[in-house]
């Protein structure tokens, strides 16, 4: 049995590794740079590449290198040894405090939405002190910010830092207001749960799909799905137990706090959850989680699945975005007490997060705004595109009541009565957990549901700090000015409630009447990522991030033209890979099954004894009706191939965007019905593809 606390963090620079062996005051002033964003000067830095590049050595580590996170949505790294010529033909192990700092990676191919030219090459990655280096494949890994020659963020780790700084200013406001003067840092903490598919390697590499896009394009519902519930929290597979066990064991070596496994609803699917930790951290914990996932499932015959919704017909993968506050004395200031009605603080804080969801809605919808999401969200696993808020009964009761100055009587925590006297008495909690919202208090958090699977948690978690940054700043404002404290709050939270309830909806998000109501209420719903991005570049929109130093008003148009870049470069390569499939494996499947049947029908015809006996009417109606389907399929084909010679590379990014969204894709989509058609009906023999069932019933 392996001794997990001593595994846990092994392979990390961490605290307790820098405490013993940096010198006292190297150390002092690495934590007070840490803790209070100070400058990290050059000698400092120097005694601390040298610690941990002899720690790293020591752990096998050969290479160094600045690992980034650029607007591609995955991490990109440069390896560097850490050898240097010593004369006489022979080297030394160096690193230097330059080199740990500031690492010079040519910028010229990542995206950038305009904020360098083309021929500045020019780019830095900047020590992130925040989260700590780490060591994996005999390479010291050292999270870094990424930014232009001009001093524009490239990343995602940029923007999501400069976020945490914003909202730790203005709950600090707040706090003092509450005569809280321990708390020296608010710091937004999260548990991102991550949802996979598995597959084996063998049925993957067979389908061009997968291999390209992420996603099958193609693929007729299999007789068994995912009706009978069966696979959810089921007996885990032993190859499956297997993989999660190497990833798990890889993780907690890299401190990632891997805590639950299970198999999720739909055949194939599967889920990890971490215990949450600061924001910056669970980033990059969360992007290491699914490096390992592809590497370790590749190494056990599998492949990961992180597509949003790589099976039609079937469950889509999200990833839970479980948010809160707390201080660096941990309180947690979305923790409501034994008496949340009567915690004015708490209350302040659950009303900000109401108020900045209710008039940023629309920036929590563009957060989760991706060409895969577009296919899941507002199916039956995913909630709605539509953005509501579900808080439970209690604490709703308790917002009516302060709302209408009305007694709010507490609610008693009764015991469950289960009907079997042997099973120990629990305590029923005051409301059920809403599945089915995209905004759901779950206790002491939040938990955004939208998210996709293969997201980075950096963007919605920019977007959440941010616009809870500029609620708080308001209500500091308001009560930092007030002669009465007291009665200036509870008006406050009063007028917060009244003015923003419609954001909360406590029941089924999936029922087509919450549709309705909520267009009745006056909540967007942008169903699909060209309608919901917009809203990233409107004036209200520049105004929050630049206000609060979150991104640049260039940075923001960057952004918004790198994701429609993204959303049609999707569509082409997908539309791309379907015409390949269809000419290269579908079509000739076709007319090989037709041939078959042609010659069967003429072998019947001719036999010399042919008295009605061999009746060919059977071959004759698969041979018609295959034969028609092929004909359609040859014009929606053409059509396809039309429809992308039109897309007009030069046409302004939203325009285009749009005809890929109306023309593109339904043209693939009239394309996929009728080769899933096809796939019913040519025999198993001639069909080149692993088909629904193969592929999600591949492990034993």
């Known amino acids: 049995m392996k001794d997990i606390p001593n595994l846990f963090g092994s392979m990390v620079f961490n605290d307790a590794v820098m405490q013993a062996r940096l010198p006292k005051d190297t150390y002092k002033a690495l934590k007070k740079t840490i803790?209070?964003?100070?400058?990290?000067?050059?000698?400092?830095?120097?005694?601390?590449?040298?610690?941990?590049?002899?720690?790293?050595?020591?752990?096998?580590?050969?290479?160094?290198?600045?690992?980034?996170?650029p607007m591609t949505g995955i991490t990109a790294e440069k390896h560097d040894s850490f050898i240097s010529p010593a004369g006489d033909g022979k080297i030394i192990m160096e690193f230097s405090g330059k080199e740990l700092v500031r690492g010079e990676p040519d910028a010229s191919s990542f995206p950038s939405g305009g904020l360098r030219a083309t021929f500045?090459?020019?780019?830095?990655?900047?020590?992130?002190?925040?989260?700590?280096?780490?060591?994996?494949?005999?390479?010291?890994?050292?999270?870094?910010?990424?930014?232009?020659?001009?001093?524009?963020?490239?990343?995602?780790?940029?923007?999501?830092?400069?976020?945490?700084?914003?909202?730790?200013?203005?709950?600090?406001?707040?706090?003092?207001?509450?005569?809280?003067?321990?708390?020296k840092r608010v710091i937004t903490t999260v548990g991102p749960e991550q949802e996979y598919f598995l597959i084996t390697q063998e049925v993957f590499l067979k389908r061009p799909d997968l291999v390209y896009t992420g996603r099958t394009l193609f693929g007729a519902r299999p007789p068994k799905g995912q009706e009978l519930d069966d696979h959810y929290f089921g007996s885990i597979k032993q190859r499956v137990a297997a993989f999660m066990r190497e990833l798990e064991e890889e993780l907690w070596k890299l401190g990632v706090l891997a805590k639950t496994k299970h198999n999720e609803v739909a055949p194939a699917q599967h889920e990890l959850a971490p215990i949450f930790t600061t924001t910056n951290i669970a980033t990059d914990h969360n992007q290491l989680t699914m490096e390992l996932m592809k590497s370790i499932a590749n190494k056990h015959g599998l492949a990961c699945l992180l597509h949003e919704k790589p099976f039609a017909g079937i469950n889509g993968s999200g990833k839970h975005?479980?948010?809160?506050?707390?201080?660096?004395?941990?309180?947690?200031?979305?923790?409501?007490?034994?008496?949340?009605?009567?915690?004015a603080q708490f209350l302040l804080f659950l009303v900000a997060v109401i108020k900045a969801v209710d008039e940023y809605q629309d920036l929590l919808r563009v957060?989760?705004?991706?060409?895969?999401?577009?296919?899941?969200?507002?199916?039956?696993?995913?909630?709605?595109?539509?953005?509501?808020?579900?808080l439970g009964d209690e604490l709703t009761?308790?917002?009516?009541?302060?709302?209408?100055?009305?007694?709010?009587?507490?609610?008693?925590?009764?015991?469950?009565?289960?009907?079997?006297?042997?099973?120990?008495?629990?305590?029923?909690?005051?409301?059920?957990?809403?599945?089915?919202?995209?905004?759901?208090?779950?206790?002491?958090?939040?938990?955004?549901?939208?998210?996709?699977?293969?997201?980075?948690?950096?963007?919605?978690?920019?977007?959440?700090?941010?616009?809870?940054?500029?609620?708080?700043?308001?209500?500091?404002?308001?009560?930092?000015?007030?002669?009465?404290?007291?009665?200036?709050?509870?008006?406050?939270?009063?007028?917060?409630?009244?003015?923003?309830?419609?954001?909360?909806?406590?029941?089924?998000?999936?029922?087509?009447?919450?549709?309705?109501?909520?267009?009745?209420?006056?909540?967007?719903?942008?169903?699909?990522?060209?309608e919901a991005l917009p809203a990233f570049i409107s004036p209200k929109s520049i105004d929050v991030f630049t206000r609060h130093h979150v991104f640049t008003?260039?940075?923001?148009?960057?952004?918004?033209?790198?994701?429609?870049?993204?959303?049609?470069?999707?569509?082409?390569?997908?539309?791309?890979?379907?015409?390949?499939?269809?000419?290269?494996?579908?079509?000739?499947?076709?007319?090989?099954?037709?041939?078959?049947?042609?010659?069967?029908?003429?072998?019947?015809?001719?036999?010399?004894?042919?008295?009605?006996?061999?009746?060919s009417a059977l071959e004759e109606y698969f041979l018609s009706k295959i034969s028609k389907l092929s004909s359609a399929l040859l014009k929606k084909l053409d059509i396809l191939e039309n429809t992308l010679l039109e897309a007009k590379t030069g046409d302004e990014i939203l325009s285009l965007a749009r005809f890929y969204r109306d023309k593109v894709f339904c043209g693939m989509f009239e394309l996929r019905l009728i080769v899933d058609e096809l796939e019913t009906l040519v025999a198993k023999k001639h069909w080149p593809l692993p088909t629904y069932a193969e592929m999600l019933y591949s492990i034993n």
């Open 120 to 183: 500045e090459a020019r780019g830095y990655t900047i020590w992130d002190t925040t989260s700590y280096a780490f060591i994996k494949d005999s390479t010291l890994y050292i999270p870094t910010a990424f930014c232009s020659y001009s001093g524009a963020a490239l990343d995602k780790k940029t923007p999501l830092l400069r976020s945490m700084e914003a909202i730790d200013k203005q709950a600090l406001r707040i706090l003092k207001l509450f005569g809280n003067t321990v708390a």
């Open 35 to 69: 803790a209070q964003g100070t400058h990290l000067e050059l000698d400092i830095a120097n005694v601390v590449a040298n610690a941990m590049k002899d720690w790293a050595v020591k752990k096998g580590a050969t290479h160094f290198t600045h690992w980034f996170q």
């Open 321 to 343: 975005n479980n948010w809160s506050i707390s201080t660096n004395t941990n309180l947690n200031l979305l923790e409501p007490g034994e008496t949340p009605h009567e915690n």
């Open 397 to 530: 009761e308790i917002l009516e009541a302060l709302e209408n100055n009305s007694d709010y009587h507490d609610r008693q925590k009764h015991q469950m009565e289960i009907g079997v006297t042997v099973l120990p008495h629990i305590p029923k909690d005051t409301t059920d957990r809403n599945r089915t919202s995209p905004f759901a208090f779950t206790g002491n958090k939040f938990e955004f549901r939208m998210l996709g699977s293969s997201f980075s948690i950096a963007g919605p978690n920019i977007v959440l700090n941010t616009v809870v940054a500029e609620v708080l700043r308001e209500f500091a404002d308001t009560l930092e000015n007030s002669g009465d404290f007291k009665r200036e709050l509870s008006a406050l939270i009063k007028k917060t409630i009244r003015e923003h309830k419609h954001i909360i909806f406590n029941g089924n998000n999936y029922f087509d009447e919450w549709i309705a109501e909520a267009g009745r209420r006056g909540l967007s719903n942008f169903k699909t990522t060209v």
């Open 367 to 390: 957060s989760v705004a991706n060409a895969g999401n577009d296919h899941r969200l507002g199916a039956n696993e995913a909630p709605p595109a539509i953005v509501s808020m579900f």
């Open 553 to 615: 008003e260039a940075e923001i148009h960057s952004r918004y033209e790198i994701v429609l870049k993204s959303y049609c470069k999707t569509l082409h390569i997908e539309a791309l890979t379907m015409v390949d499939m269809v000419k290269k494996e579908i079509i000739p499947a076709c007319i090989g099954y037709q041939n078959e049947l042609a010659q069967l029908i003429q072998s019947k015809k001719t036999c010399s004894v042919y008295d009605g006996e061999y009746d």
